[in-house]
């Protein structure tokens, strides 16, 4: 089945350092997302990307949909102790009745 | 906003019993999703539905069922709760174009 693949897997940085994560796939999706996850609570999503090349920016989070429409970028500026969490990324091929497909995630760490 | 609400945070069932998984959304979306998430698992589709009383497996279904009885409402249904059941269960939406919303999760503990 299709899968997504997510790196690092996990991360640990000092606060007030950039973050850059990344989800690639052997298939082609019209619509990446990025969520959040704290421990205890459900994904919330960060940011959604429709076109490909696309670049979106959520406060200090950037994300880029990859031209090749089989990747995509996150990126955090300046992380600051409330980033901490687990980021997930997810493709989606079509819209409406296609499922959603997840990547195992990337776990962030942040050293103040 | 967006709200996906999950009638519990924290359960604790026997094993045997009969256990529900309330969900609502209240944007009026077409499409309604159960997953349960596991340590180095991630996240894995239970089921789905795409609209009133439709209905469609996901990747492991095994063990469960659900009820769309309304737009609203999707609920998960687990007809005789096993330890290997124990999770967390995340509900959520989704808009016609992009953007699947979660709830805040139900973490079930079969005992």
């Known amino acids: 089945g299709q899968q997504l693949n997510q790196s690092p897997q996990s991360m640990f940085i000092q606060e007030g350092e950039d973050v850059s994560m990344n989800c690639t796939s052997s298939?082609?999706?019209?619509?990446w997302l990025w969520y959040k996850q704290d421990p205890g609570e459900g994904p919330v999503l960060l940011i959604a990307?429709?076109?490909?090349?696309e670049l979106t920016s959520n406060g200090r989070l950037t994300a880029q949909f990859g031209i090749t429409r089989k990747d995509s970028f996150l990126n955090i500026s300046a992380s600051i102790p409330s980033d901490v969490g687990i980021y997930f990324c997810a493709g989606q091929r079509q819209t409406s009745y296609d499922k959603v497909i997840f990547g195992p995630g990337t776990s962030l760490s942040v050293i103040p | 906003d967006v709200k996906v609400t999950q009638s519990s945070r924290y359960l604790v069932k026997r094993t045997g019993e009969k256990v529900f998984l309330e969900c609502v959304q209240d944007m009026d979306h077409e499409n309604m999703f159960w997953y349960r998430q596991d340590p180095g698992l991630g996240l894995r589709l239970i089921y789905f539905?795409?609209?009133?009383?439709?209905?469609e497996k996901g990747d492991i279904p095994e063990g469960y069922s659900v009820s769309r009885e309304k737009k609203e409402r999707f609920s998960l249904i687990l007809e005789s709760a096993s330890t290997n059941q124990t999770s967390m269960y995340l509900c959520?939406?989704?808009?016609?174009?992009?953007?699947?919303?979660f709830g805040q999760g139900t973490r079930l503990t079969v005992v």
């Open positions: 990307l429709y076109k490909a090349g």
């Open positions: 959520a939406s989704s808009e016609e174009t992009g953007g699947t919303f």
């Open positions: 298939s082609i999706f019209n619509t």
């Open positions: 539905s795409y609209d009133v009383k439709m209905k």
